[in-house]
C-alpha cells in the first residue's frame, strides 16, 4: 500500500461505514429525511398559495343603490377579502377589531350612489374603519378601496389619466413564492442536520468513551473529522435532493439555474454547517453542554438568515450583520441559483464568506477538540 | 538478561494537590504478563493510561521498547494494544466493520473474521457491539487491541463484572495472547485472577507500589513472616463447586 493509501485508509474506510450506520437507524432516517419533508409539505402549503395577502374584513352595505351592491360584490370577486359576513353592526366589528380578529370595516353609508340635488352623477364615501393597532393594514386597504373607486368613478366621468402605474407581479414572470421560500426550508435543513447530528452524537460518544478507544489508535484527529464531514455531506446530498424531487413535484417549484452548481452550493454549506456541529460536538464533554451552545448558535442563524422572515424587511443595521452570518450567503447562493440561474461566478461574494467561515469554523473545530 | 520491554521510572501524576501516582518505578519484561494489582483508587489505572499515552505524565520517565512515552507518542500508539475498562462502540455497526475502520486507523487491513474467530465471535460477525453480553464484549474488544500486531497489550480490569464462566474464558484468551508473544500489562483487583494470570504483579496502594514479584513469591514471603490463615483451608470453595456444577462452556 503506497503512503498516501494509507493516510487516507481510515478516511476511505470510515465514510461508507458511516454512511451504513446512518440507514440501519431508523430515528435517524426520520429525522434526516422524512423530518425535512414533512417541514417541506407544511411551509410549503403556508406559503406556496397565490392568495398571498387577504384582509379580514366585514363589510355594511346600507345602501340601496345599484352602484353600492355592484361595488360589494367586485369586492368579493377580487378575492382579496376575507369577508366576515357574520358580523351585522359596526359596535360588534369594533369589539373584534380590538381583540384582533378583524382587520377593518368597510361602511357603505345609505347616500352611497344616490344623487345629490346640484349634480348630474352620482356620488358617495365610503368609510373603512381600522384599529389603531392595525395601521399599516388600514393605509393598504385604503389604498385597494381607492382603486376600486376609480374604476367606479371613471363610468361615470370620462378622464384620461396621462401618469399612471403598471404594477406587474413576478409570479406572472413563472415564479411562485413557493420559489423563494424554498431556499429557506433547504437553508433550515442544512442549518438542522449539520448542527443538530453531531451536537448530540459527539458528546455521547464521549461519554461511552467510544472517542476514547479511537484515540488510543494513531487515528489522527483530521482524519476522522474528514471522515464524518465526507459522509454527511454525502447524507446531506441526498436529503436535500428528496427535498427537491418532493420540490419539483409537490410545489411545481421552478428550477431556472444548473443542478451541478446547486450541488455544489449543497455539499459547501453542509461542510460549513457540520463544521460549525463538530466545533459544538467536539468541543462540548457532555450533552449538557453541547445543547445551549447550539441552540445560542442555531436561534440567531434562523431568525437572521431570512429563513422565516426576508432580509430586507429588517433594520438596516441588521442587515448588514445578516450577510456575514454563515447561512444567509447559503441561503442566498441557493435562490439566487433557482430562480435566477446565477453561476458561480456570480456567486463569488457569497462563496467568500462562506469560504471564509470554513476556514475559521473548522481552525476552531480543531482547536477545541476533545476526545472525551 | 534483556531489555525489559517497558521501564518506569519515578512515574507522577498529579490532580491538584493530591498525587494520584506517586513516583512508581517498575519494568515488565518481554513476553510475560505483569499485573498491577490494589484496591479501587490506588492509582492502577492512572498509570495505565499513562503508559497508553492517553494522559499526560506529570514527573518521571516511561520508555516502551526503548522509545520514551511522553516524547513520542504517535509512535507508542502503534506499538500498544488497549483494552479499556468498559469497552464500548459505535452502535448500528457490524463487528467486521469495527474491526476493519479499527485496523485502519493503523494503516492496516485485516481480515476481520479470522480474527472474530481468534476470540471465539465468528457467528457474531454481523452483530452489532450493543447486543453482545459483557463476556462477548471483553473478547471484541481484544480482538480490536490486535488488529495491529502490538508489541504490548493493556487491559484495564478485563474480567469485573463478569460471570464465572466468562472470566475463565478470557483468562484463557490471554494467556493465548502472552504465547503469541505479545507483553501483557494488566490491572484487576481479583487475586484469584492475578495468581493464576500474572507471571509477575506490582501491588499498589495510594498511588504507590508496596510489593513486586511473582505471586508464588510473594505468598511463600508472606507465610515465611508467620503468617496463618484462621479458617482451615479446605480443598476446594465454592467457585470451585459452581464451575464442577455448571461447566466451563460459556453462556452467553
Known amino acids: ?372 | 538478561m534483556p531489555k525489559p520491554m517497558i521501564q518506569v521510572k519515578d512515574l507522577t501524576k498529579r490532580y491538584g494537590d493530591k498525587t494520584v501516582v506517586d513516583a512508581i518505578s517498575f519494568d515488565v519484561q518481554k513476553g510475560e504478563i505483569f499485573g498491577i494489582l490494589g484496591p479501587n483508587g490506588a492509582g492502577k489505572t492512572t498509570t495505565l493510561e499513562m503508559l497508553e499515552t492517553m494522559r499526560p505524565i506529570d514527573n518521571g520517565q516511561a520508555k516502551l521498547n526503548g522509545i520514551n512515552i511522553a516524547k513520542e507518542p504517535q509512535k507508542i500508539k502503534a506499538l500498544i494494544g488497549v483494552q479499556p475498562q468498559t469497552p464500548n462502540f459505535e452502535e448500528k455497526t457490524k463487528l467486521t466493520e469495527l474491526i476493519n475502520f479499527l485496523a485502519s486507523c493503523y494503516g492496516e487491513k485485516v481480515d476481520a473474521v479470522s480474527l472474530l474467530k481468534r476470540v471465539n465471535l465468528e457467528e457474531k460477525a454481523n452483530s452489532y457491539p450493543e447486543n453482545l453480553s459483557g463476556g462477548q464484549k471483553q473478547r471484541f474488544s481484544i480482538a480490536t487491541a490486535l488488529v495491529h500486531n502490538p508489541k504490548v497489550f493493556f487491559l484495564d480490569e478485563p474480567t469485573t463484572g463478569l460471570d464465572p464462566q466468562a472470566r475463565r474464558n478470557l483468562w484463557g484468551l490471554v494467556k493465548e495472547v502472552r504465547d503469541s508473544g505479545i507483553t501483557v500489562l494488566m490491572t484487576t483487583h481479583y487475586m484469584d485472577e492475578a495468581e493464576l494470570l500474572c507471571d509477575r504483579v506490582a501491588i499498589m496502594d495510594e498511588g504507590k507500589i508496596i510489593a513486586l514479584d511473582s505471586p508464588k513469591k510473594l505468598i511463600k514471603d508472606l507465610l515465611k513472616r508467620g503468617f496463618s490463615k484462621q479458617q482451615h483451608v479446605e480443598q476446594a470453595n465454592l467457585e470451585d463447586v459452581f464451575i464442577d456444577l455448571t461447566g466451563k462452556a460459556l453462556r452467553e
Open chain 1, 1 to 372: 500500500m503506497s503512503d498516501l493509501k494509507r493516510t487516507f485508509l481510515p478516511v476511505t474506510t470510515y465514510v461508507p461505514i458511516d454512511i451504513k450506520r446512518l440507514f440501519r437507524d431508523k430515528v435517524a432516517i426520520f429525522f434526516v429525511f422524512i423530518f425535512p419533508l414533512i417541514f417541506l409539505l407544511i411551509f410549503g402549503s403556508i406559503f406556496g398559495g397565490d392568495s398571498s395577502v387577504s384582509f379580514r374584513v366585514a363589510i355594511f352595505n346600507q345602501s340601496q343603490s345599484e352602484i353600492a351592491s355592484n361595488l360589494v360584490s367586485q369586492m368579493r370577486d377580487t378575492g382579496l377579502f376575507n369577508i366576515d359576513e357574520g358580523l351585522t353592526d359596526e359596535v360588534a366589528a369594533r369589539e373584534k377589531m380590538s381583540r384582533g380578529q378583524l382587520d377593518a370595516a368597510i361602511i357603505v353609508p345609505s347616500e352611497f350612489g344616490s344623487t345629490q340635488k346640484d349634480n348630474a352623477t352620482p356620488s358617495g364615501e365610503v368609510k373603512i374603519l381600522y384599529d389603531q393597532g392595525n395601521e399599516s393594514g388600514g393605509q393598504t386597504l385604503a389604498s385597494i378601496m381607492d382603486s376600486m373607486m376609480e374604476s367606479v368613478n371613471s363610468q361615470f366621468v370620462n378622464i384620461s389619466v396621462p401618469f399612471t402605474v403598471k404594477t406587474e407581479s413576478t409570479a406572472t414572470a413563472g415564479l411562485s413564492r413557493f420559489d423563494y421560500t424554498f431556499s429557506g426550508i433547504l437553508g433550515f435543513t442544512l442549518l438542522s442536520l449539520g448542527i443538530f447530528g453531531p451536537t448530540s452524537v459527539f458528546p455521547r460518544m464521549k461519554q461511552k468513551g467510544v472517542l476514547r478507544r479511537y484515540e488510543a489508535t494513531t487515528l489522527k484527529v483530521w482524519q476522522f473529522f474528514l471522515g464524518n464531514v465526507l459522509s454527511n455531506a454525502f447524507i446531506g446530498l441526498l436529503a436535500l435532493v428528496l427535498m427537491f424531487v418532493s420540490a419539483v413535484v409537490v410545489f411545481k417549484l421552478n428550477m431556472r439555474g444548473s443542478y451541478i452548481n446547486l450541488a455544489i452550493i449543497v455539499a459547501v454549506g453542509t461542510v460549513l454547517m457540520y463544521g460549525i456541529g463538530l466545533a459544538i460536538g467536539g468541543w462540548a464533554k457532555n450533552e449538557n453542554q453541547a445543547a445551549p451552545i447550539s441552540q445560542l448558535v442555531v436561534l440567531p442563524m434562523m431568525f437572521l438568515s431570512g429563513v422565516f422572515f426576508p432580509v430586507f424587511l429588517m433594520p438596516e443595521v441588521l442587515q448588514n450583520i445578516t450577510r456575514f452570518i454563515p447561512l444567509t450567503p447559503i441561503i442566498d447562493s441557493i435562490r439566487l441559483i433557482i430562480t435566477e440561474n446565477a453561476s458561480l461566478l456570480d456567486l463569488g461574494p457569497q462563496l467568500a464568506v462562506i469560504g471564509g467561515w470554513i476556514v475559521i469554523i473548522y481552525i476552531l473545530a480543531f482547536k477545541l477538540f476533545r476526545w472525551e
